[in-house]
């Protein structure tokens, strides 16, 4: 729990540092990593967890791990795409 919590901790300071130097400067480099943090995060979580949890259960967690991960993902997949179309301009 306490290693998760450092990783979000990290993740929330990037996505505030890129922030500020994408207003000061233009740069997305940082915001797009903090962004790209948060996705890679869930990914990694799900597949420690579908590999810790019981057979039994597997359906089930697998429904509510998508529903969460839309629900958690979204935004940041919305921000990359957005910076993204805007830096091909």
């Keep these: 729990m ?3 919590s450092l990783i979000e901790v990290v993740i929330g300071l990037l996505l505030i ?3 500020v130097n994408l207003l000061r400067s233009g740069s997305q480099r940082l915001i ?3 962004h790209w943090a948060i996705v890679v995060l869930w ?3 799900f597949l420690a967890w579908s590999f810790l949890r019981p057979g039994s259960e597997t359906l089930s967690f697998l429904f509510n791990s998508i ?3 839309f629900h958690m ?3 940041p997949i919305m921000v990359i795409l957005i910076l993204r179309a805007h830096h091909a301009r």
């Design 67 to 69: 529903l969460g991960a």
């Design 17 to 19: 540092m890129g922030a």
């Design 32 to 34: 797009l990593a903090g």
């Design 73 to 75: 993902n979204s935004f």
């Design 43 to 45: 990914f990694v979580t």
């Design 2 to 4: 306490a290693i998760g």
